[in-house]
Each structure stands twice: as structure tokens, then as C-alpha cells.
């Protein structure tokens, strides 16, 4: 299975949308791996996490192919990772000759309810033109499901809190597994029970304040990400791949700086680009 980053930025991007802080101009001066798109990843060039307001952009490049795209696996609902309004562009005329529709599109009730209101209140479509390019399915917390090849498992994370489930995913192919971890703060109870007893080949966490102790209780930095590899007994297991994403740019780290502040905890920080085989 291949992986590749898409975004590995938090909410507002990197560099932020209106922010003229030292660290946005930085990013926008050096560039490269100083950018970072809103978080989303691609597997096997044909399923994605997370579709937010870059995939469109991403398009132009190649980081992903849009019309491959077969499906959709999402987190959450934050703008960041789903822009149910680009997902109009499916329908015709906007979207012709696609030959994957409809495409299959997996999330929690609130990120599924998003959708279809969206598309039958604002857009007006019925439930059979929805169903023509989009395939909506709710998927409950701990629920594993086929994604092609894959199987994935939802785990409850700690975030978008009291009214929404967010999900991270364990991912199974061929014997070899990861997590995408992106977005939590300090994993629930029965998570951390899970992978505890699911040991992982890579992990991926929300690494949103980097080398800083983080002050979101709903995101990670990388001392809550060493806590939690601690708690779920990683620590010390080898051949593991530790990989953070969503980085925020509130404390300046530019990509040199968050390899070397993530090197004593044997994280390695994601850009835009970054793929590996599992
Ligand atoms: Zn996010
Ligand atoms: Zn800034
Ligand atoms: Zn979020």
C-alpha cells in the first residue's frame, strides 16, 4: 500500500490565511516544505482522507488525481478536512466522464448528514441524483469496514467534542498496519485500550504545536504524542514509524525545526508530498 501526505497543516494552514506572523512570512519566503496544504492523505492514488477546501488546488499538482478518486474516508466535520460544498462539483455538467462514480464516501452521522443536507437543502438535488454520484456511509465508532483491499477500523478520538464523533483510523493491508491519527488531543480510554492491543507498523498523530506542550485539549504536540506511544506501549517496540502532521504556525517552526525538536522523541514531521510504502 502507498501513502502520501496531501496536507499536513492545521486549521488555517501554513501559512495561515490572514496571518502576518514571523513563521507565515518565513514559510512563505523559504517555501517547499514550509507550506503546508490543510491535512489529507491518498492511498494507492485512489482513496482519500479527508477531502478540505486544498484538494482543489492538490489537483493541479501531482499529489493526487481527483478524478481517480474511488473514495472518500472522512475524520470529522471541521472545515479543514470536509468541504462538502466542493463535493457538489460530482454532478453534471461540472463532472463528466467519470468512471468511478458513484464514489463511496464513509463518515461519522455527523460528517454523513453534512453532506446529504448540503446536497438535497442548499443544492436541491434528490436522494436518487445524490446516490447517482455518491455513495453515503455512516460508520459507527469501533466499526471496521472494507475500503477495497483495506480494512478500516474507526477509533474514537479525542475531538470536535460533545456532539460529534471524530474518528482516527487504524489501517489494515496485507498483514501490515498504520494509523492515521490526525486530529486529537490525548486519545479516549477505549482508543488507547485498542492500540494497545493492536500494535501498529506506523503511526500518524496530530502533531498540531509541535515541540510545544500543547494548549488545545482537543490536538497534540510532540510531548503528548510520546505520552501517548507510552500509554499504548510503542515506546521501545522496533521497526516503527512515528510521523506527525497538522502543524500549526504559532511557534515559528519552520520543517527543519520540527525534525530536529521531533528527533528525541523519534518523530519525523510529514510535508506536503511525503509518501511511504506500508
Ligand atoms: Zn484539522
Ligand atoms: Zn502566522
Ligand atoms: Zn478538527
Redesign the pocket.
Known amino acids: 500500500m502507498k501513502f502520501r501526505f496531501i496536507g499536513t497543516g492545521?486549521?488555517e494552514g501554513y501559512p495561515a490565511t490572514f496571518c502576518g506572523c514571523e513563521g507565515c512570512r518565513k514559510a512563505k519566503q523559504l517555501g517547499g516544505k514550509n507550506l503546508r496544504r490543510?491535512?489529507s492523505a491518498v492511498i494507492d492514488d485512489h482513496i482519500l482522507l479527508d477531502f478540505g477546501p486544498d484538494l482543489y488546488t492538490a489537483n493541479f499538482t501531482d499529489l493526487v488525481d481527483l478524478p481517480s478518486v474511488t473514495d472518500i474516508v472522512f475524520t470529522h466535520s471541521?472545515v479543514?478536512?470536509l468541504y462538502e460544498k466542493e463535493l457538489f462539483n460530482l454532478f453534471e455538467p461540472m463532472g463528466v466522464e467519470n468512471p468511478n462514480l458513484p464514489i463511496r464516501i464513509y463518515g461519522n452521522e455527523t460528517v454523513i448528514s453534512q453532506i446529504r443536507d448540503y446536497m438535497t437543502i442548499f443544492r436541491k438535488r434528490s436522494l436518487e441524483k445524490i446516490a447517482e454520484v455518491m455513495t453515503l456511509i455512516t460508520i459507527q465508532p469501533f466499526e471496521s469496514f472494507q475500503v477495497g483491499n483495506l480494512t478500516f477500523t474507526a477509533l474514537l478520538a479525542n475531538h470536535a467534542g460533545p456532539n460529534e464523533d471524530a474518528y482516527i483510523y487504524e489501517i489494515v493491508s496485507d498483514g501490515k498496519s498504520m494509523l492515521y491519527g490526525?486530529?486529537t488531543g490525548l486519545l479516549p480510554e477505549e482508543t488507547k485500550d485498542y492500540l494497545t492491543d493492536h500494535p501498529l507498523d506506523v503511526y500518524i498523530f496530530d502533531a498540531t504545536s509541535g515541540k510545544v506542550p500543547c494548549p488545545y485539549k482537543e490536538h497534540m504536540g510532540y510531548p503528548e504524542i510520546a505520552q501517548t506511544l507510552e500509554e499504548i506501549r510503542v515506546v521501545g517496540r522496533d521497526g516503527v514509524r512515528i510521523y506527525g502532521t497538522?502543524f500549526v504556525h504559532s511557534w515559528y517552526e519552520m520543517h527543519d525545526d520540527l525534525i530536529k525538536s521531533g528527533a528525541p522523541y523519534g518523530i519525523i514531521p510529514a510535508y506536503d508530498g511525503m509518501s511511504f510504502e506500508l
Do not use: P
Open positions: 492545521a486549521s490543510r491535512a471541521h479543514d478536512h490526525t486530529d497538522h
